[in-house]
C-alpha cells in the first residue's frame, strides 16, 4: 500500500510542528506550507516543500528532495536522487559538525557553483566574497579577533576549501 501525504495549514500545531506525530514514514510527501519535523523523517519517494522544512531527527529521502525555502537538519541527510534547495540542483553536498557553533556546509551545485552555508547564512562563494565572513553576522559574532570570531573565519575556510574541490560528474557537465 503505497501512502502519500499532503501537509496543510490544518495539519499544523501551533509552534509549526507537524501535529500527527513525531516520526513520519511515507512514499510521498508534499508541504503547501513551511513544516517541522519533531523526530525522524523517512520517505521512500519524492519530498515536495513550498516553504521551509526542519527535521530535529534524520532525514531519509529514497527520490527526490525539492524545497523552496531553506533546509534545516539537526541529524544526517540522506537523499537518494536529486536535493533541489531554492530552485537550484544540488550535485554534491557535505555537512560538518563540531567546527563552531553551528553546522556548516559545502555544496556543489548542478550549474557549477560552491555554496556554503554557516548556520543559517546559506550563500554562494560569490555572495560570500561580496559581504565576507567577518562582516557577515556582527551581531552574534563580532569581528574583534576573538576566539569565537576567529574560530567561525577557520570554519568558513574550511568549508570554502571542502567545496572548491568538489567537481561536477561528467554527466552533468
Known amino acids: 500500500m503505497s501512502t502519500s501525504i499532503t501537509i496543510r495549514d ?3 500545531d501551533l509552534d509549526g510542528y507537524y501535529a500527527a506525530g513525531n516520526n513520519l514514514m511515507c512514499d510521498s510527501l508534499t508541504c503547501e506550507i513551511s513544516v517541522k ?7 521512500g519517494g519524492d ?33 537518494l536522487g536529486h536535493l533541489d534547495v531554492r530552485g537550484q540542483k544540488m550535485s554534491q553536498l ?4 563540531g567546527l563552531y557553533r553551528y553546522r556548516v556546509w559545502a555544496a556543489l551545485m548542478a550549474d557549477g557553483t560552491h555554496w556554503v552555508r554557516m548556520g543559517c547564512l546559506w550563500k554562494s562563494l560569490d555572495e560570500w566574497d561580496r559581504i565576507g565572513i567577518r562582516q557577515s553576522n556582527l551581531d552574534e559574532f563580532p569581528d574583534d579577533g576573538s ?12 568549508a570554502k576549501a571542502a567545496a572548491l574541490r568538489m567537481k561536477l560528474p561528467k554527466e552533468e557537465k
Open 10 to 12: 490544518s495539519d499544523i
Open 37 to 43: 519535523f519533531r523526530g525522524n523523517l523517512n520517505v
Open 47 to 79: 519530498i515536495e516543500v513550498l516553504g521551509d522544512i526542519y527535521v530535529l531527527g534524520h532525514l531519509d529521502v529514497r527520490g527526490n528532495l525539492n524545497v523552496g525555502g531553506n533546509i534545516y537538519v539537526l541529524g544526517n541527510i540522506y537523499v
Open 94 to 97: 557535505r555537512q560538518f559538525v
Open 147 to 158: 576566539e569565537l570570531s576567529e574560530g567561525r573565519v577557520l570554519a568558513f575556510e574550511f
